[in-house]
């Protein structure tokens, strides 16, 4: 960025000469007319440079994140490197109160979660930094559902168990589940401080809570996972999610259905593998995220390529094989994972996916289960599923529509 220039005069230098005092004239002009020059620009750009010359170069803070819109912006912003999942229950009264509980915390948490976006009334989430970045995401899980008998996509309920689970009750389920993201932890904190503040005060109870995080990855990158390998390449855009990820027309227009899935990898284990037989049981390089049959991280999977001798060019265990999309009637998730370490022996993947009917990840798991190359080095440990609920334009709260 560029900075003042230093004033180039001398108390102690002699008069100038005829020559001299041309010459500081014509310096004179030549700064007065880069003045104009720069006050031009920044009229043209709105005044958003302005101030800039006189700081020490570092880049300025970003935006925040609006909370309000159409769709919450827990999946509509690009990932935070921070994450922390929180899951409450409502203990049952009865439906009336159980109702106005829910819609109690509902609207403490949009007021939450909108003032974080900033300027927030806490001290601790303002510094001269600017707002901090933050996204959330809100849902409601299917038992509570069924027992408010909310206005939940049909068809909404519990995955079922799938071979190879361990999973751990107190790491999974919830009446409603929390997704706070941000750009570091400390916001992070003070964030799901306050959102579990909210939730008390409306009478919800903790479940559980697990945090996570991305490694540094540059703007536009698919990060990695702990494995090494990118994770979240296949995502849809907007028009495949409009098909498979966002509901229809409706009510459930702008919301989804979240899968959670806690998965401990065995990250040593999987590393002293051969990079071809990591690639081989992937389905996909290391190195570049490419396909076995394609030469960039983007390229469609040929399924169905095969080497001179007969075999496939991605193996039938291939993870990428049993979760392509040409096996499940072109259906494709949302992906937004992140890793997690909670000590020796306790690394791995906090899958997070969305889709329109929880049914698909169901057909997915099961083949994975049955035949993934990843199995001897994955175990499936917490689980929930969550109907994420439209976003809250302004004047409105999270969750307004399940009471229509």
Same mark, same amino acid.
């Given at each position: 960025?560029?900075?003042?220039?230093?004033?180039?005069?001398?108390?102690?230098?002699?008069?100038?000469?005829?020559?001299?005092?041309?010459?500081?004239?014509?310096?004179?002009?030549?700064?007065?007319?880069?003045?104009?020059?720069?006050?031009?620009?920044?009229?043209?750009?709105?005044?958003?440079?302005?101030?800039? @010359?006189?700081?020490? !170069? =570092?880049? +300025?803070?970003? /935006?925040?994140?609006? %909370?309000?819109?159409?769709?919450?912006? &827990?999946? $509509?912003?690009?990932?935070?490197?921070?994450?922390?999942?929180?899951?409450?229950?409502?203990?049952?009264?009865?439906?009336?109160?159980?109702?106005?509980?829910?819609?109690?915390?509902?609207?403490?948490?949009?007021?939450?979660?909108?003032?974080?976006?900033?300027?927030?009334?806490?001290?601790?989430?303002?510094?001269?930094?600017?707002?901090?970045?933050?996204?959330?995401?809100?849902?409601?899980?299917?038992?509570?559902?069924?027992?408010?008998?909310?206005?939940?996509?049909?068809?909404?309920?519990?995955?079922?168990?799938?071979?190879?689970?361990?999973?751990?009750?107190?790491?999974?389920?919830?009446?409603?589940?929390?997704?706070?993201?941000?750009?570091?932890?400390?916001?992070?904190?003070?964030?799901?401080?306050?959102?579990?503040?909210? @939730?008390?005060?409306? !009478? =919800?109870? +903790?479940?559980? /809570?697990?945090?996570? %995080?991305?490694?540094?990855?540059?703007? &536009?990158? $698919?990060?990695?996972?702990?494995?090494?390998?990118?994770?979240?390449?296949?995502?849809?855009?907007?028009?495949?999610?409009?098909?498979?990820?966002?509901?229809?027309?409706?009510?459930?227009?702008?919301?989804?259905?979240?899968?959670?899935?806690?998965?401990?990898?065995?990250?040593?284990?999987?590393?002293?593998?051969?990079?071809?037989?990591?690639?081989?049981?992937?389905?996909?390089?290391?190195?570049?995220?490419?396909?076995?049959?394609?030469?960039?991280?983007?390229?469609?999977?040929?399924?169905?390529?095969?080497?001179?001798?007969?075999?496939?060019?991605?193996?039938?265990?291939?993870?990428?094989?049993?979760?392509?999309?040409?096996?499940?009637?072109?259906?494709?998730?949302?992906?937004?994972?992140?890793?997690?370490?909670?000590?020796?022996?306790?690394?791995?993947?906090?899958?997070?996916?969305?889709?329109?009917?929880?049914?698909?990840?169901?057909?997915?798991?099961?083949?994975?289960?049955?035949?993934?190359?990843?199995?001897?080095?994955?175990?499936?440990?917490?689980?929930?599923?969550?109907?994420?609920?439209?976003?809250?334009?302004?004047?409105?709260?999270?969750?307004?529509?399940?009471?229509?």
């Amino acid at each position: 960025m560029p900075t003042e220039p230093e004033n180039a005069s001398s108390s102690n230098s002699s008069a100038p000469s005829g020559v001299g005092r041309r010459r500081a004239l014509l310096a004179a002009g030549a700064v007065f007319a880069a003045g104009v020059g720069a006050a031009v620009g920044e009229l043209a750009d709105g005044g958003r440079t302005a101030g800039r @010359a006189t700081t020490t !170069g =570092a880049p +300025p803070p970003e /935006a925040p994140i609006p %909370f309000h819109g159409a769709r919450q912006a &827990g999946l $509509t912003a690009p990932q935070l490197p921070a994450t922390k999942l929180l899951a409450f229950d409502l203990p049952a009264t009865s439906a009336a109160a159980d109702r106005e509980a829910l819609r109690t915390l509902l609207a403490a948490w949009t007021r939450t979660l909108a003032a974080a976006a900033g300027p927030s009334p806490d001290p601790r989430l303002r510094s001269g930094a600017g707002a901090p970045r933050t996204t959330s995401l809100v849902g409601l899980g299917p038992a509570l559902a069924a027992r408010l008998a909310l206005a939940v996509p049909a068809g909404f309920a519990e995955l079922p168990p799938f071979p190879g689970d361990r999973l751990d009750p107190a790491r999974g389920g919830g009446d409603l589940l929390l997704q706070l993201c941000a750009g570091d932890h400390w916001t992070l904190a003070v964030l799901a401080e306050l959102a579990t503040t909210a @939730a008390h005060g409306a !009478g =919800a109870t +903790p479940r559980w /809570a697990q945090s996570g %995080f991305l490694p540094p990855t540059v703007p &536009g990158a $698919t990060p990695r996972n702990l494995f090494g390998f990118k994770d979240g390449t296949a995502n849809p855009g907007e028009d495949l999610a409009r098909q498979w990820v966002w509901g229809p027309s409706g009510p459930h227009e702008n919301a989804t259905v979240m899968v959670y899935r806690r998965i401990r990898m065995d990250t040593a284990a999987f590393a002293t593998l051969p990079e071809e037989r990591q690639n081989l049981a992937m389905g996909r390089r290391i190195g570049d995220g490419a396909p076995l049959t394609g030469a960039a991280e983007h390229d469609e999977p040929e399924l169905y390529a095969k080497h001179p001798d007969g075999a496939y060019v991605i193996p039938a265990t291939a993870h990428v094989r049993l979760t392509g999309p040409r096996l499940d009637g072109g259906a494709r998730m949302l992906r937004r994972g992140y890793s997690y370490d909670d000590g020796p022996g306790d690394r791995g993947l906090l899958f997070c996916a969305f889709m329109r009917d929880a049914g698909q990840f169901t057909r997915v798991q099961q083949r994975l289960a049955e035949s993934d190359a990843l199995n001897p080095f994955v175990e499936h440990n917490g689980s929930a599923v969550a109907y994420v609920l439209p976003g809250a334009p302004e004047g409105t709260a999270l969750g307004d529509h399940l009471w229509i």
